[in-house]
Structures are given as C-alpha cells and as structure tokens.
C-alpha cells in the first residue's frame, strides 16, 4: 500500500495503485 524500504511492499504500492486506477 505504502512506498516502502521493502522490495515487497513497492511491488505491492505498485499493485495497490495499478488496482486504483483500475477500479
């Protein structure tokens, strides 16, 4: 959801705003 210092969690924020702009 939030920009990280985790690899994960970019991918995640990334996934997360990708869904946003989806819906």
Same mark, same amino acid.
């Given at each position: @959801? *939030? #920009?990280l210092l985790s690899p994960g969690a #970019?991918? *995640?924020h990334r996934q997360? +705003?990708?869904w946003r @702009?989806? +819906?």
């Open positions: @959801g *939030e #920009v #970019v991918l *995640e997360a +705003r990708y @702009g989806c +819906r």
